[in-house]
């Protein structure tokens, strides 16, 4: 769905675990997150009724390397022609600890910076450890757009107990991200939304409130 213009959502609420997916459709159109392969087929249909050619996306953004968020990167490549990237500590944590051998194996075109230029949308990229030591979010401060991947959820926050994972580092990028402005908060997984819910949290008011959730609940 358009969340707002230059922006389409599209939560996973399957009872499978999946992630989120959204993309920024600039000058150069930027998908995040592909998800598993079991759902490509069902995300390619619900980009299509939006009115977007799968085709034209330019580049593929994996917000960090687990399964349930880039599975699918190697496919949704052959169909496109995108570019991949991501962090530069996140695939050396992939080749390190070599996690996930059943994913087919994705090349990567670049490493992300700390800032991304889409035409026409200016992103910062985060580097946001604790879930993965690579994994990333993504801020667009003219909107005050805030995609989160795993780090912090709907009154929850990523699990710290796989391999890499640090709840020191993962309270640090949390206590981060809290300090921006935020009207949009995307998270990585609709973890706490009613099933019906559009899997965002909106306002402000709503955001800080979720962090100040988060706080009291884990630390």
Known sequence: MMLQKKLYWYPFRGFEN??????FDGEMRMLVDPG??????NLLHAIQLDGLNIRDVDLIIISHGHPDHCEAT??????????VALHRMEEEYLLKYNMFEHIPKFKVDFHLAEKLDLGGIELEVLHTPGHSPG???LYWPETKVLFTGDVVFYEGVGRTDLLGGDPYALKQSIEKLARLEVEYLLPGHHYGFPVNHAGFIKGREAVQGNFANVRSFFW
Do not use: V
């Open 18 to 23: 999946n992630g989120n997916t959204c993309i």
């Open 74 to 83: 190697s496919k949704l490549r052959e169909i496109t022609g995108a570019k």
């Open 135 to 137: 994994s990333i979010s």
């Open 36 to 41: 598993h392969l079991f759902n490509l087929e």
